[in-house]
């Protein structure tokens, strides 16, 4: 297990290398470059922690099948807030701060897909720890 660290050192690494790319880039005129850099990273990163996310717990359902129900209920509880939260999302066009709208309606369904997950897991989180540390407190 001791690859695993390595591997986080590494993102870590390229992560402030796009960041220092990105502000090179931004005080050499050329800011494009920068977010484009960064933009493919946060893709790449994006990708790698769904994929983890994925792999993990099924590698887990065949390493520990005493354990297999409550992970198999952790991913249903996972594919069931996204798709809550897809069947929420909108297609509705947003004004853009340039007057215009955005208006390709994948990218607006999967972007409030994106927002509804994060607020849900931000409470689901927050419930939890301040919960754990109530049941602490009273054990």
């Not at 290398?17 to 050329?30: E, H, I, R």
């Not at 990708?47 to 409550?70: E, Q, R």
């Not at 927002?115 to 927050?126: D, H």
Request: net charge neutral.
């Amino acid at each position: 297990m001791k690859w695993i660290k390595y591997i986080q050192y590494l993102f870590v690494a390229i992560s402030v290398a796009t960041l220092a790319y990105l502000v090179f880039s931004m005080t050499q005129g050329n800011e494009a470059a920068g977010v484009d850099i960064m933009l493919k990273w946060a893709y790449v990163s994006l990708a790698v922690a769904i994929i983890v996310s994925l792999v993990f717990p099924i590698a887990n359902l065949f390493s520990n099948p005493k354990g297999a129900g409550k992970t198999l209920l952790y991913l249903l509880a996972c594919v069931l807030i996204i798709g809550g939260c897809y069947m929420m999302s909108s297609t509705e066009p947003v004004v853009n701060s340039a007057g215009g709208f955005f208006e390709d309606p994948f990218t607006l369904k999967i972007t409030d897909t994106g927002l509804y997950t994060a607020y849900i897991t931000l409470v689901i989180t927050a419930v939890a720890a301040i919960g754990s540390e109530i049941f602490a407190a009273l054990k």
